[in-house]
């Protein structure tokens, strides 16, 4: 019953339409008491030749009408129940997802997005099941059973009432025990099912470096490993949950023959009479479903208290990074002060960044450049606040970034990433992803910024294409720049592209960063590449090696001190000559 409690804030939510809905139910496991009670009159007239037609219209009218009633209250409790158990899932995906919303990088970095689809979706239905059919059977075994056996003891016979209900602590006893198993059984089901369900998502996002390499068999090969893992694991589940039936038949067989054998020696001894017997068994008959239903109260019980807390695990989880009581409800603007001693990534035993200070002048543009693990990522990360917990201070405009609040401080900036996620819609409203009711000709002036706008028009639809599920449909270069262009949408005061121009030609990376310097003269920019002719222009660029910066300056004073910088630029320009066939540049 515990699960019953763990949800006691949403029955008190929804206290008046539970009321409702277990008063029709009440009322309903009273009237199902009249049937067989007018059976056995019935019985018994026929036996004492005593019936009548309108005797018999009687009984028929009465049966109707109790019928009728019995049909609006099913209704409507249904209604009342099950629409209550719709409106908790509701609730419950909407907390998952909001709190997904809310959680920091690492949150992500040590879940599996699988997992996370499981619990809002398995979990959640278990959940449900539990609020719905689980306050079903728990009622209406307690009050439908009660009131038959208090028809049978006190307008029957309680001797032979007492005789067949004997067994019935033996199905308490085995059920109990079922619940048991089929709680830790379910929740490593469950767990079973989450690596299916990430397994099956990454596999359809990879698909196509699945098909490159040729590797379908074996993707099929851990597949099927994983689906007969969760069959195993759901087997367990049901042998389990197969022994509530046979059990609680058996039981109720065994009750059944009691109560014929004892019955019978009743009428025999004139202590009852025939149709009060086959009222009695009518009424056993009647007393089946809440023995079922207390069968399926522990299967559903335990399956909804398992889904409940692996649930409340994930909503227990803090978010780390929030914003402050009294943080700022203003968009930050102006000079930009980096000065962190010291950051690692949570886990991480080895400084990502040390002592990297550097300060940004407004409408001033800054290159990072360093090899792949040097730190450019964990600058990006901190300006962004995906991360805290570094030694130093970030100060944007007048304040520290974290004095801001979080929403203020990400309208302030438009952030390209290297992995350009696009959502399967059209183009206008992937670039428009921020205002989605933007007007059309600045969603075209963004595009034109981006050097993509020629590329749109070129395509069948043109801003109306459906550019697929990650932006399938299109290439590297194209999805690069509508990413672009929607972060410019926003007139970002500082604009983050994180090594964004690496997927088109020399030429249109020219244009783009001339089109940017033309239309964001008074705004901030940072730009992150490994090609260092995206950062060539830059007011201040900084050279990082292993977390620190060894060389900082502008293009001219960098060249001159022919250090790291100096040995990078004369690489690209070799390899540029190469590509050119050996041409110099006249």
């Known amino acids: 019953m515990s699960v019953f409690l763990k949800l006691d804030w949403f029955f008190k939510e929804r206290k008046k339409e539970y009321i409702l809905g277990l008063l029709m139910l009440t009322i309903v496991g009273i009237l199902i008491l009249i049937p067989p009670k007018i059976i056995g009159y019935v019985i018994d007239e026929i036996g004492s030749r005593t019936l009548t037609t309108v005797s018999l219209l009687k009984w028929i009218a009465i049966i109707i009408v109790v019928a009728l009633v019995m049909y609006v209250m099913r209704y409507y409790w249904r209604m009342m129940i099950f629409g209550s158990s719709n409106y908790l899932a509701k609730i419950l995906r909407e907390k998952l997802f909001c709190h997904f919303t809310k959680m920091s990088s690492s949150f992500y970095q040590e879940r599996r997005i699988g997992d996370l689809m499981a619990h809002a979706t398995n979990d959640v239905s278990a959940v449900q099941q539990t609020a719905g059919a689980g306050v079903l059977t728990l009622f209406d075994s307690i009050v439908t059973g009660g009131f038959v056996i208090v028809a049978m003891a006190f307008t029957i016979d309680w001797r032979l009432t007492f005789i067949a209900l004997i067994p019935m602590p033996f199905m308490a006893l085995s059920t109990s025990f079922y619940g048991k198993l089929l709680h830790e059984r379910f929740g490593i089901a469950q767990a079973a099912f989450s690596d299916l369900n990430d397994k099956t998502q990454e596999s359809i996002a990879g698909i196509k470096v699945i098909k490159t390499f040729g590797q379908q068999k074996e993707d099929i090969a851990d597949f099927t490993k994983l689906s007969e893992n969760l ?76 889904s409940y807390d692996r649930i409340h695990q994930l909503l227990s989880i803090p978010v780390e990074i929030d914003d402050k009581v009294d943080a700022l409800d203003t968009r930050p603007a102006g000079d930009i002060i980096f000065a962190v001693d010291d950051f690692k990534f949570p886990g991480e035993q080895k400084s990502s960044l040390k002592n990297v200070h550097f300060e940004l002048k407004q409408g001033q543009t800054l290159g990072i450049v360093g090899k792949t693990g040097a730190g450019k990522t964990a600058i990006l990360k ?20 974290d004095e801001y609040k979080k929403s203020r401080l990400k309208e302030a900036i438009g952030y390209v990433p290297q992995e350009h996620f696009l959502f399967s819609t059209t183009i206008t409203n992937n670039i428009a992803f921020s205002n989605i009711d933007v007007e059309r000709e600045k969603v075209e002036h963004v595009a034109k910024l981006a050097y993509i706008h020629e ?50 030609d020399a030429k249109t990376e020219e244009a783009i960063l001339q089109s940017l310097k033309n239309e964001r003269q008074h705004a901030t920019t940072i730009i992150t590449s490994h090609r260092l002719s995206a950062i060539e222009h830059a007011h201040l660029i900084i050279v990082l090696h292993e977390g620190t910066i060894v060389e900082k300056g502008t293009h001219e004073q960098l060249m001159a001190l022919k250090g790291k910088y100096y040995e990078m630029y004369q690489l690209q320009q070799l390899e540029r000559l190469v590509e050119k066939g050996g041409e110099a540049d006249e």
């Open 231 to 306: 069959v195993s694991k759901n087997m367990k589940v049901a042998r389990v949950d197969s022994l509530f039936d046979p059990t609680i038949s058996l039981i109720v067989g065994i009750s059944f023959l009691l109560s014929l054998g004892f019955g019978a020696k009743f009428i025999v001894d004139g202590a009852m009479t025939i149709g009060d017997l086959v009222a009695f068994n009518t009424y056993l008959g009647l007393l089946v479903w809440p023995m079922l239903a207390f069968g399926m109260l522990f299967n559903i019980m335990e399956r909804g208290s398992a």
């Open 382 to 401: 901190l300006l962004l606040r995906e991360f805290e917990g570094y030694e130093g201070k970030i100060i944007f405009g007048q304040h520290q970034i």
């Open 455 to 504: 590329d749109i028009l070129a395509f069948s639809n043109g801003y109306e294409t459906i550019v697929g599920e990650r932006g399938v449909s299109l290439s590297g270069g194209q999805k690069q720049r509508i990413s672009i262009a929607r972060a410019l949408l926003t007139n970002p005061e500082l604009l983050i592209l994180d090594d964004s121009l690496s997927a088109v």
